[in-house]
């Protein structure tokens, strides 16, 4: 069996609605979310934009106050103690999506990829300088770049400069939140590369977050659907792009252009608007679902295996599409 790095049981995060004094509501983005990262596996986290997919990622890594569920990394319970922390800081990271954002414009690269060293207290001084050099020719730089400034660098060597400080204090399990969607199609098939060759080499774990299942694909062993806080799909990559079978999954990839013009697929499009986030009906999908019944108004589809590790959220699985 296949060692666990990260395991979430019935995680839940709301976030309240405030009105005048008071808060009058709370909206569920993450609700009873249940996943597991394997040793050297990675995970897709995919769906449309807001339907929680950097949440459930900050939820995993403790970067927000979760409200409910537990998650357990290598076997242990990790509660909100700073003790009960402090393995999961140095042994996790994760990469951002705009790397200018999260790159201080006042700091020498040196400086910015040694900084979890210095933070965690590994080293300092000539050790830390070669160990950011080592990561940063591991991530496709060279000594060159040490000592310059982020201003001073494109897309793609800038995302690769927060990949070398991610990796830099040798964490074995990384969230990609959507680190390609920023650059031009070229850079991300590097950047893409890139990680594959960093996931080899330095035996890691990835939970990889993307609202593009063509770039999934190329990454991740599992993918899970995600829509409005809730998994509807979860299946191996191969599993999924042949056989989906959630009518929301199957919505996305009609979505998917091909890459030969030549070939023309039909395209699903939803009729209705995504119910409300504060007070959604059982199944949050049902109000856009081509295959709705009276049952989907009353009853909350369970995330139940139909196949071999194939698990859908739906009361009525089929491969067909309209």
């Known amino acids: 069996m296949a060692r666990r790095i990260i395991e979430c049981r019935g995680l839940k995060k709301y976030f309240p609605v405030k009105g005048l004094f008071r808060t009058t509501n709370w909206i569920p983005a993450v609700d009873g979310v249940d996943l597991y990262v394997d040793k050297g596996e990675s995970l897709g986290i995919a769906g449309e934009s807001g ?12 970067l927000v106050r979760v409200d409910a569920g537990q998650i357990y990394f290598d076997g242990d319970l990790i509660g ?11 042994r996790t990271a994760i990469v951002y999506q705009d790397p200018m954002s999260s790159l201080d414009p006042r700091m020498t ?5 040694g900084e979890p060293l210095v933070v965690q207290g590994l080293s300092g ?6 160990k950011v050099l080592d990561m940063l020719v591991k991530a496709g730089l060279s000594s060159d770049h040490m000592f310059r400034y ?18 830099v204090a040798d964490p074995y399990f990384v969230v990609l939140d959507e680190p390609t969607s920023a650059l031009d199609v070229s850079v991300q098939a590097q950047i893409l590369n890139l990680l594959n060759d960093l996931k080899t080499k330095l035996n890691l774990s990835y939970m990889y977050i993307s609202h593009d299942l063509s770039v999934a694909r190329h990454l991740c062993d599992r993918i899970a659907i995600l829509y409005m806080g809730k998994i509807v799909e979860l299946a191996s990559t191969k599993t999924l792009f042949d056989k989906p079978l959630h009518p929301y999954t199957q919505t996305l990839f009609s979505a998917i252009l091909e890459e030969d013009p030549a070939v023309t697929k039909k395209r699903i499009v ?24 009276s049952i989907c108004k009353e009853v909350e589809p369970a995330l139940c295996e139909v196949e071999n590790g194939h698990y859908v959220a739906c009361h009525f699985v089929t491969e067909k599409a309209p």
Do not use: M, Y
């Not at 001084?125 to 070669?130: F, I, N, S, T």
């Not at 959604?280 to 679902?289: L, Q, T």
């Open 51 to 62: 339907c929680g997919k950097t949440t459930l990622a900050r939820c995993v890594l403790r």
């Open 80 to 90: 909100p103690k700073r003790r009960e922390l402090k393995t999961l800081r140095r």
């Open 109 to 113: 690269i040196a400086d910015i990829v």
């Open 125 to 130: 001084g000539v050790e830390r300088d070669e």
């Open 150 to 167: 982020p201003h001073e660098f494109s897309g793609g060597q800038k995302q690769r400069i927060a990949i070398a400080r991610a990796l």
């Open 270 to 293: 939803l009729i209705g608007s995504p119910p409300s986030p504060i007070n959604p009906p059982p199944c949050r999908f049902s109000g856009r679902c081509w295959r709705k019944g």
